[in-house]
């Protein structure tokens, strides 16, 4: 069961390893996610703050 953007983006989908790393899609998916879970504003900065993390670590050239 999916909780989380960045799993959503990176294991339940792959958008992730597209080229531009999922960042279009993104937005859209945490705002269907965040009414779906229940995510009060808190929670959705910290699921994009996850979503900029993995970002950071993943990107060859950082987060952009």
């Known amino acids: 069961f999916c909780r989380n953007l960045d799993d959503f ?5 792959g958008l ?3 080229p531009d790393q999922g960042q279009r ?12 879970l229940g995510w009060d504003a808190d929670e959705r900065r910290r699921q994009w703050s996850r979503w900029e993390a993995y970002r950071a670590r993943t990107s060859p050239n950082g987060v952009g």
């Open 16 to 18: 992730a390893f597209s």
């Open 25 to 36: 899609a993104a937005e859209p998916v945490a705002a269907l996610l965040a009414e779906r």
């Open 9 to 13: 983006l990176v294991r339940r989908t």
